[in-house]
């Protein structure tokens, strides 16, 4: 298979083929993902919170996402790229998002971006399509408004909010967007919204009607021992392998077992002998 474009995403949905998505954020995980044939990378703002140790992903910048961009595009070779447009870096005007959208995909590699909103931003994500810039938009819980939303929850359980939901998921494909993520949001209604878009939804906590699905990498390898998320499975349990490497590491080291023979390097016992002399 060639490299996927956004057609390729369009016709999944209309063979009714699911499609994967995982975010990475450097070479090694995006070869990984490339290799394994995952058809979508996308370097996520939770680049902030996974990698970078930020609280939340407000704090990430737009120079951040480049610099993970670059390694995973270096890394990819037939994926999809998708790119975080980070908080505040579309939301003053179309050209703001157009130059920053411009960096990712010159500077960094991008193939397209993602960003929150939907009805309010639909005129932004005409503007990029215009330009030949593809957009996936993100709805449903949008992270860089935490603090306006009160809280990491699940979105469009009341009627009018469904109903809203729905109305931005629309608003989107009108707009020109190639596909939306919906992040936490009630199967049903993911399901509905899935009915009735013709481009594809890519879910997470959003039920298995969506025609994608995305996770965070460190999420499904199980990296975390301390907070898994309910919409996330672990389909590796890393955080515990790399525990018992670490601890066995440290014990064959300390009791002299490692390195031995076979990692090590010999020399002509001639010039050893010459240099003891
Ligand atoms: O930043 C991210 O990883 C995301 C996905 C969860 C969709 O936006
Ligand atoms: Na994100």
């Known amino acids: 298979m060639g490299k996927v474009t956004i057609r390729d995403i369009a016709r999944m949905k209309a063979d009714g083929k699911k499609i994967p998505m995982i975010t990475a954020y450097d070479y090694t995980s995006a070869c990984l993902a490339d290799n394994a044939g995952i058809p979508i990378i996308l370097v996520g703002d939770s680049l902030g919170m996974v990698v970078l140790g930020y609280e939340s992903t407000i704090q990430v910048t737009l120079e951040d996402i480049l610099h993970h961009m670059k390694a995973v595009s270096r890394g990819a070779k037939q994926a999809l790229l998708v790119a975080d447009m980070p908080f505040m870096t579309y939301h003053v005007d179309a050209g703001q998002a157009l130059t920053n959208a411009a960096r990712l995909m010159q500077e960094g590699g991008a193939h ?43 979105q469009g359980r009341g009627l009018e909010a469904a109903e809203r939901l729905l109305r931005d998921a629309q608003a989107l494909e009108q707009a020109g967007a190639y596909s939306v993520v919906l992040e936490l949001v009630p199967s049903p209604l993911a399901g509905l919204i899935s009915s009735r878009l013709t481009i594809p939804t890519i879910g997470i906590g959003a039920g298995p009607e969506c025609d994608g699905q995305v996770q965070v990498l460190h999420d499904m390898l199980g990296l975390f021992t301390n907070f898994s998320p309910k919409h996330a499975k672990q389909f590796a349990q890393l955080s515990e392998s790399i525990k018992m490497a670490f601890a066995q590491y440290m014990q064959e080291v300390e009791a002299g077992d490692f390195p031995t023979d076979k990692q090590s390097f010999t020399m002509d016992p001639a010039v050893l002998e010459e240099l003891q002399a």
């Open 112 to 154: 397209s971006v993602k960003l929150e909103g939907g009805e309010s931003m639909a005129p932004t994500v005409r503007r990029l399509v215009e330009c030949g810039i593809p957009v996936m938009g993100h709805i449903g819980l949008t992270p860089q408004s935490v603090n306006a939303l009160g809280g990491y929850r699940v």
